[in-house]
Protein backbone atom coordinates (compact mmCIF):
# COMPACT_ATOMS: atom_id res chain seq x y z
CA UNK A 1 0.00 0.00 0.00
CA UNK A 2 1.27 3.40 -0.87
CA UNK A 3 1.53 5.84 1.92
CA UNK A 4 0.82 9.18 1.60
CA UNK A 5 2.72 12.18 2.60
CA UNK A 6 1.04 13.99 5.41
CA UNK A 7 0.81 17.84 4.93
CA UNK A 8 2.22 20.27 6.79
CA UNK A 9 1.44 24.59 6.61
CA UNK A 10 5.04 26.33 6.58
CA UNK A 11 4.15 27.68 10.10
CA UNK A 12 3.45 24.12 10.90
CA UNK A 13 6.80 23.15 9.60
CA UNK A 14 8.47 26.60 10.91
CA UNK A 15 7.05 25.80 14.45
CA UNK A 16 8.44 21.80 14.16
CA UNK A 17 11.97 23.39 13.41
CA UNK A 18 11.89 25.41 16.14
CA UNK A 19 11.13 23.75 19.08
CA UNK A 20 13.47 20.74 18.14
CA UNK A 21 16.21 23.16 17.64
CA UNK A 22 14.72 24.40 20.73
CA UNK A 23 14.44 28.13 19.72
CA UNK A 24 13.97 30.45 21.59
CA UNK A 25 15.68 29.22 24.37
CA UNK A 26 13.46 28.63 27.76
CA UNK A 27 14.52 28.83 31.44
CA UNK A 28 17.09 26.33 32.46
CA UNK A 29 17.04 24.84 36.00
CA UNK A 30 19.95 22.88 37.65
CA UNK A 31 23.47 23.83 37.13
CA UNK A 32 24.89 25.81 33.90
CA UNK A 33 27.12 23.96 32.71
CA UNK A 34 24.92 20.62 32.81
CA UNK A 35 22.61 22.42 30.55
CA UNK A 36 25.53 23.16 28.58
CA UNK A 37 26.51 19.58 27.95
CA UNK A 38 22.60 19.14 27.47
CA UNK A 39 22.69 21.70 24.56
CA UNK A 40 25.60 19.84 23.08
CA UNK A 41 23.87 16.32 23.56
CA UNK A 42 21.35 17.45 21.97
CA UNK A 43 22.35 19.73 18.98
CA UNK A 44 25.22 16.51 18.24
CA UNK A 45 27.87 19.78 17.73
CA UNK A 46 29.08 22.86 17.85
CA UNK A 47 30.16 24.54 14.86
CA UNK A 48 33.85 26.35 16.19
CA UNK A 49 34.53 29.72 14.00
CA UNK A 50 37.44 31.71 14.54
CA UNK A 51 35.48 35.25 13.90
CA UNK A 52 35.68 37.35 17.28
CA UNK A 53 34.22 40.48 15.80
CA UNK A 54 31.50 39.64 18.68
CA UNK A 55 31.66 36.30 20.83
CA UNK A 56 32.59 33.57 19.04
CA UNK A 57 29.96 31.18 16.83
CA UNK A 58 30.84 28.18 19.06
CA UNK A 59 29.91 30.49 22.38
CA UNK A 60 27.25 32.49 20.73
CA UNK A 61 25.10 29.44 19.49
CA UNK A 62 25.11 27.94 23.27
CA UNK A 63 24.35 30.95 24.50
CA UNK A 64 21.66 30.95 22.42
CA UNK A 65 20.32 27.63 24.21
CA UNK A 66 21.38 28.79 27.31
CA UNK A 67 20.63 31.77 28.97
CA UNK A 68 23.07 31.06 31.66
CA UNK A 69 26.04 30.12 29.60
CA UNK A 70 29.35 31.02 30.27
CA UNK A 71 32.97 30.53 28.15
CA UNK A 72 34.55 28.53 30.49
CA UNK A 73 32.03 25.64 29.95
CA UNK A 74 33.06 24.47 26.88
CA UNK A 75 36.90 24.09 28.32
CA UNK A 76 35.47 22.71 31.56
CA UNK A 77 33.68 19.93 29.78
CA UNK A 78 36.64 18.92 27.45
CA UNK A 79 38.67 18.41 30.65
CA UNK A 80 36.27 16.47 32.43
CA UNK A 81 36.23 14.50 29.07
CA UNK A 82 32.43 14.99 28.55
CA UNK A 83 32.97 17.04 25.36
CA UNK A 84 35.98 16.58 22.36
CA UNK A 85 36.80 18.05 19.22
CA UNK A 86 36.57 16.84 16.13
CA UNK A 87 35.15 17.39 12.65
CA UNK A 88 30.98 17.13 11.71
CA UNK A 89 30.51 18.97 8.31
CA UNK A 90 32.86 21.41 10.11
CA UNK A 91 35.28 21.50 12.87
CA UNK A 92 33.03 21.38 15.85
CA UNK A 93 32.68 20.36 19.53
CA UNK A 94 31.07 16.88 19.71
CA UNK A 95 29.52 14.68 22.91
CA UNK A 96 31.77 12.66 24.20
CA UNK A 97 28.98 9.92 24.03
CA UNK A 98 29.05 10.19 20.22
CA UNK A 99 32.72 9.31 20.08
CA UNK A 100 32.78 6.20 18.03
CA UNK A 101 30.68 7.92 15.32
CA UNK A 102 33.76 9.64 14.88
CA UNK A 103 35.57 6.69 14.03
CA UNK A 104 34.28 6.31 10.58
CA UNK A 105 36.36 9.34 9.31
CA UNK A 106 39.19 8.61 10.79
CA UNK A 107 39.25 5.30 10.16
CA UNK A 108 38.61 6.57 6.50
CA UNK A 109 41.49 9.11 7.06
CA UNK A 110 44.28 6.41 8.13
CA UNK A 111 43.50 3.71 5.64
CA UNK A 112 43.52 6.18 2.75
CA UNK A 113 40.08 6.19 2.08
CA UNK A 114 39.74 9.62 2.18
CA UNK A 115 42.48 12.58 1.88
CA UNK A 116 43.07 14.98 4.21
CA UNK A 117 43.74 18.69 2.46
CA UNK A 118 47.09 18.30 3.75
CA UNK A 119 49.79 15.97 2.16
CA UNK A 120 50.77 13.40 4.43
CA UNK A 121 54.66 13.42 5.09
CA UNK A 122 54.69 9.92 7.11
CA UNK A 123 58.27 10.25 8.75
CA UNK A 124 57.80 13.78 9.96
CA UNK A 125 54.09 12.16 11.74
CA UNK A 126 56.24 9.46 13.25
CA UNK A 127 58.34 11.79 14.84
CA UNK A 128 55.80 13.74 16.07
CA UNK A 129 54.01 11.19 17.86
CA UNK A 130 57.06 10.55 19.65
CA UNK A 131 57.79 13.85 20.94
CA UNK A 132 54.43 14.09 22.33
CA UNK A 133 54.40 10.54 23.69
CA UNK A 134 57.77 11.60 25.79
CA UNK A 135 56.79 15.29 26.10
CA UNK A 136 52.96 15.36 26.89
CA UNK A 137 50.79 17.76 25.46
CA UNK A 138 52.37 20.04 22.80
CA UNK A 139 51.48 23.08 20.47
CA UNK A 140 52.04 23.49 16.63
CA UNK A 141 54.70 26.49 17.90
CA UNK A 142 56.82 23.72 19.67
CA UNK A 143 57.70 22.50 16.57
CA UNK A 144 59.59 25.57 15.34
CA UNK A 145 62.96 25.51 14.58
CA UNK A 146 65.55 27.28 16.90
CA UNK A 147 68.74 25.69 16.32
CA UNK A 148 70.42 22.83 15.63
CA UNK A 149 68.20 19.61 15.47
CA UNK A 150 68.21 16.33 13.67
CA UNK A 151 64.60 17.00 12.61
CA UNK A 152 63.33 20.22 10.77
CA UNK A 153 60.60 20.94 13.19
CA UNK A 154 59.73 24.13 10.90
CA UNK A 155 56.09 25.07 11.85
CA UNK A 156 54.24 24.68 8.25
CA UNK A 157 55.24 20.94 7.55
CA UNK A 158 54.86 20.13 11.62
CA UNK A 159 51.50 21.73 11.97
CA UNK A 160 50.28 19.75 8.64
CA UNK A 161 51.66 16.11 10.17
CA UNK A 162 49.77 17.56 13.71
CA UNK A 163 46.27 17.97 11.66
CA UNK A 164 47.03 14.70 9.66
CA UNK A 165 47.41 12.44 12.59
CA UNK A 166 44.73 14.56 14.60
CA UNK A 167 42.13 13.72 11.65
CA UNK A 168 43.04 10.17 11.32
CA UNK A 169 42.45 9.78 14.94
CA UNK A 170 46.21 9.21 16.49
CA UNK A 171 46.31 12.65 18.08
CA UNK A 172 43.29 14.65 20.02
CA UNK A 173 42.98 18.15 21.48
CA UNK A 174 42.34 17.94 25.48
CA UNK A 175 42.61 21.81 25.73
CA UNK A 176 43.25 24.79 23.65
CA UNK A 177 46.10 27.60 24.91
CA UNK A 178 44.51 31.23 23.79
CA UNK A 179 42.58 29.56 21.35
CA UNK A 180 45.34 27.44 19.87
CA UNK A 181 45.38 23.69 19.84
CA UNK A 182 47.17 21.71 21.98
CA UNK A 183 47.81 18.17 20.83
CA UNK A 184 48.03 14.67 22.86
CA UNK A 185 47.66 11.41 22.22
CA UNK A 186 44.52 9.96 22.07
CA UNK A 187 44.47 7.38 24.27
CA UNK A 188 45.50 9.84 27.29
CA UNK A 189 42.86 11.87 26.11
CA UNK A 190 39.58 9.51 26.61
CA UNK A 191 37.62 8.30 29.18
CA UNK A 192 38.05 4.81 30.26
CA UNK A 193 36.06 2.21 29.26
CA UNK A 194 34.73 4.40 26.21
CA UNK A 195 33.60 2.93 22.97
CA UNK A 196 35.58 3.34 19.78
CA UNK A 197 34.62 0.88 17.68
CA UNK A 198 34.23 1.70 14.24
CA UNK A 199 30.31 1.37 13.52
CA UNK A 200 28.76 -0.52 10.55
CA UNK A 201 27.96 1.70 7.28
CA UNK A 202 24.28 1.16 8.76
CA UNK A 203 24.76 2.03 12.11
CA UNK A 204 26.54 5.12 11.06
CA UNK A 205 23.98 6.17 8.42
CA UNK A 206 21.22 5.85 11.02
CA UNK A 207 22.92 7.22 13.57
CA UNK A 208 23.42 10.62 10.90
CA UNK A 209 19.47 10.58 10.28
CA UNK A 210 18.14 10.05 13.58
CA UNK A 211 20.28 12.56 15.07
CA UNK A 212 19.43 15.13 12.22
CA UNK A 213 15.89 14.42 12.39
CA UNK A 214 15.65 14.61 16.85
CA UNK A 215 17.41 18.01 16.26
CA UNK A 216 15.74 19.72 13.30
CA UNK A 217 12.40 18.21 12.91
CA UNK A 218 12.06 17.20 9.36
CA UNK A 219 14.98 16.98 6.63
CA UNK A 220 16.08 15.85 3.23
CA UNK A 221 19.11 13.43 2.40
CA UNK A 222 20.41 15.92 0.69
CA UNK A 223 20.54 18.16 4.26
CA UNK A 224 21.09 14.79 6.44
CA UNK A 225 24.30 14.79 4.12
CA UNK A 226 25.59 17.69 4.34
CA UNK A 227 28.85 18.92 3.83
CA UNK A 228 29.92 14.89 4.52
CA UNK A 229 31.61 13.32 1.45
CA UNK A 230 29.96 10.19 -0.59
CA UNK A 231 27.04 9.64 2.00
CA UNK A 232 24.16 11.13 0.14
CA UNK A 233 23.37 8.06 -1.23
CA UNK A 234 23.41 6.18 1.79
CA UNK A 235 20.77 8.55 3.20
CA UNK A 236 18.37 8.16 0.48
CA UNK A 237 18.96 4.66 1.11
CA UNK A 238 18.03 4.05 4.63
CA UNK A 239 15.93 6.87 4.83
CA UNK A 240 13.65 4.61 2.45
CA UNK A 241 14.16 1.34 4.66
CA UNK A 242 13.25 3.17 7.84
CA UNK A 243 10.39 4.59 6.58
CA UNK A 244 9.20 1.29 4.81
CA UNK A 245 9.90 0.04 9.00
CA UNK A 246 7.97 2.40 10.19
CA UNK A 247 10.29 4.79 11.89
CA UNK A 248 9.85 7.42 9.55
CA UNK A 249 7.37 9.31 8.04
CA UNK A 250 7.13 11.64 5.18
CA UNK A 251 5.62 15.02 5.00
CA UNK A 252 5.26 17.18 2.68
CA UNK A 253 5.88 21.38 2.91
CA UNK A 254 4.75 23.31 0.07
CA UNK A 255 6.26 21.56 -3.16
CA UNK A 256 8.65 20.22 -0.64
CA UNK A 257 9.07 16.46 0.68
CA UNK A 258 10.57 15.74 3.94
CA UNK A 259 11.27 13.00 6.00
CA UNK A 260 10.60 12.78 10.23
CA UNK A 261 10.31 10.84 12.68
CA UNK A 262 7.39 9.12 13.25
CA UNK A 263 6.40 10.76 17.21
CA UNK A 264 7.66 14.13 15.48
CA UNK A 265 4.77 15.91 15.30
CA UNK A 266 3.53 14.99 18.66
CA UNK A 267 5.57 18.93 19.01
CA UNK A 268 3.06 20.50 17.37
CA UNK A 269 0.94 20.23 20.69
CA UNK A 270 3.42 22.31 22.83
CA UNK A 271 3.40 25.89 23.07
CA UNK A 272 6.51 27.55 21.18
CA UNK A 273 7.99 31.00 22.81
CA UNK A 274 6.86 34.07 20.01
CA UNK A 275 7.30 37.28 22.08
CA UNK A 276 11.17 36.41 23.38
CA UNK A 277 13.62 37.56 19.99
CA UNK A 278 16.53 35.55 19.25
CA UNK A 279 19.62 36.98 17.95
CA UNK A 280 21.69 33.66 16.24
CA UNK A 281 25.23 33.44 15.21
CA UNK A 282 25.62 32.62 11.22
CA UNK A 283 26.83 29.32 12.20
CA UNK A 284 23.81 28.27 14.30
CA UNK A 285 22.63 24.86 13.82
CA UNK A 286 19.72 26.20 13.08
CA UNK A 287 21.07 28.44 10.81
CA UNK A 288 23.89 27.10 8.67
CA UNK A 289 22.22 25.41 5.91
CA UNK A 290 21.21 28.33 4.25
CA UNK A 291 18.86 26.92 0.57
CA UNK A 292 16.96 24.89 3.93
CA UNK A 293 16.85 28.52 5.64
CA UNK A 294 14.87 30.13 2.32
CA UNK A 295 12.77 26.74 1.72
CA UNK A 296 11.38 26.53 5.15
CA UNK A 297 11.72 30.19 6.70
CA UNK A 298 11.57 32.37 3.29
CA UNK A 299 14.86 34.49 4.43
CA UNK A 300 17.18 34.55 1.74
CA UNK A 301 21.06 35.01 4.13
CA UNK A 302 24.12 35.01 3.40
CA UNK A 303 27.20 35.75 5.72
CA UNK A 304 28.89 38.67 4.16
CA UNK A 305 32.58 38.54 5.79
CA UNK A 306 33.88 36.47 2.60
CA UNK A 307 31.75 39.20 -0.02
CA UNK A 308 34.30 42.06 -1.00
CA UNK A 309 32.84 45.25 1.02
CA UNK A 310 31.80 47.22 -2.00
CA UNK A 311 29.37 44.30 -2.44
CA UNK A 312 27.77 44.01 0.88
CA UNK A 313 24.08 44.53 1.41
CA UNK A 314 23.97 44.05 5.21
CA UNK A 315 27.41 44.32 6.19
CA UNK A 316 30.62 42.15 7.46
CA UNK A 317 28.93 40.25 9.83
CA UNK A 318 25.03 39.97 9.74
CA UNK A 319 23.50 38.17 12.65
CA UNK A 320 19.73 36.65 11.91
CA UNK A 321 17.24 37.31 14.41
CA UNK A 322 14.76 35.12 15.24
CA UNK A 323 10.99 36.75 16.81
CA UNK A 324 7.40 35.65 16.57
CA UNK A 325 8.61 32.14 15.26
CA UNK A 326 9.88 34.05 11.95
CA UNK A 327 13.47 34.85 11.21
CA UNK A 328 12.41 38.89 10.97
CA UNK A 329 15.46 40.69 10.73
CA UNK A 330 19.99 41.17 10.85
CA UNK A 331 22.09 43.00 12.50
CA UNK A 332 25.49 43.53 11.27
CA UNK A 333 27.28 44.34 14.20
CA UNK A 334 30.95 44.66 16.27
CA UNK A 335 32.30 44.81 19.45
CA UNK A 336 34.64 47.76 20.35
CA UNK A 337 36.19 45.33 23.28
CA UNK A 338 38.53 48.02 24.72
CA UNK A 339 35.85 50.60 25.28
CA UNK A 340 33.03 47.92 26.24
CA UNK A 341 30.96 48.91 23.42
CA UNK A 342 28.50 46.94 21.35
CA UNK A 343 28.02 49.26 17.61
CA UNK A 344 25.29 47.94 15.47
CA UNK A 345 26.50 49.11 12.03
CA UNK A 346 23.23 47.99 10.42
CA UNK A 347 20.31 46.63 11.81
CA UNK A 348 18.16 45.73 8.92
CA UNK A 349 14.31 44.47 9.25
CA UNK A 350 12.92 41.76 6.85
CA UNK A 351 9.88 43.42 4.64
CA UNK A 352 6.65 41.58 5.90
CA UNK A 353 7.82 42.16 9.54
CA UNK A 354 4.70 43.78 11.26
CA UNK A 355 4.21 45.11 14.75
CA UNK A 356 7.36 47.14 15.11
CA UNK A 357 6.31 48.61 18.60
CA UNK A 358 6.10 44.65 19.33
CA UNK A 359 9.80 43.57 18.23
CA UNK A 360 11.54 46.91 19.52
CA UNK A 361 10.61 45.70 22.75
CA UNK A 362 11.63 42.15 22.23
CA UNK A 363 14.78 43.46 20.41
CA UNK A 364 16.12 45.66 23.39
CA UNK A 365 15.46 43.29 25.95
CA UNK A 366 17.44 40.77 23.92
CA UNK A 367 19.87 43.20 23.36
CA UNK A 368 20.79 43.92 26.78
CA UNK A 369 21.65 40.40 27.56
CA UNK A 370 23.28 40.14 24.04
CA UNK A 371 25.66 43.36 25.55
CA UNK A 372 26.23 41.05 28.58
CA UNK A 373 27.30 38.16 26.72
CA UNK A 374 29.65 40.12 24.89
CA UNK A 375 31.02 42.59 28.52
CA UNK A 376 29.54 45.41 26.84
CA UNK A 377 28.37 48.52 29.20
CA UNK A 378 27.35 50.77 26.00
CA UNK A 379 25.27 50.44 22.66
CA UNK A 380 25.58 52.34 19.68
CA UNK A 381 23.20 51.97 16.78
CA UNK A 382 24.43 53.68 13.52
CA UNK A 383 21.90 52.50 10.97
CA UNK A 384 18.49 50.75 10.53
CA UNK A 385 16.70 49.42 7.73
CA UNK A 386 13.65 51.11 7.56
CA UNK A 387 14.82 54.56 9.22
CA UNK A 388 12.57 55.02 11.39
CA UNK A 389 13.34 52.12 13.77
CA UNK A 390 16.17 53.74 15.22
CA UNK A 391 13.98 55.89 17.02
CA UNK A 392 11.79 53.10 18.08
CA UNK A 393 14.82 50.98 19.66
CA UNK A 394 16.67 53.94 21.10
CA UNK A 395 12.83 54.88 23.05
CA UNK A 396 12.63 51.44 24.05
CA UNK A 397 16.21 51.41 25.51
CA UNK A 398 15.42 53.97 27.90
CA UNK A 399 12.16 52.65 29.31
CA UNK A 400 13.61 50.59 32.31
Known amino acids: MVQIAESLSKPEAQKLVLLSQQLPSIKQSGKAINATLAAI ?39 DKKVFEYWSHAAAYLPMRDFRFSMVRKHAMATGKQNHW ?33 MDWSS ?20 RNNFHKVYD ?9 LDVSVPTEEEYIRHLITRYLQVNGLGQASEISYLRKNTRPLANKYLQEMFLGGELIKLKVGENHYFA ?10 PLVRAKAKILSPFDNFIIQ ?13 IECYVPAAKRQYGYFSLPILWNGMLVARMDCKVDRKKSILHINHLALEANLKKLDLFALALVSELKAFMTFNDCKD ?17 NFNLD
Open 41 to 79: EHLGYIQIDTISVVQRAHHHTLWSRNSCYQNTHLDQLIV
Open 118 to 150: YERDQKLMNEILKRISIEGPLMAKDFEHTGKKK
Open 156 to 175: KPAKRALENLYMQGDLMIPY
Open 185 to 193: LTERVLPEG
Open 261 to 270: LSDSLDLLTK
Open 290 to 302: RKRLKALFDFDYQ
Open 379 to 395: IEIHKTTPGNIISIVND
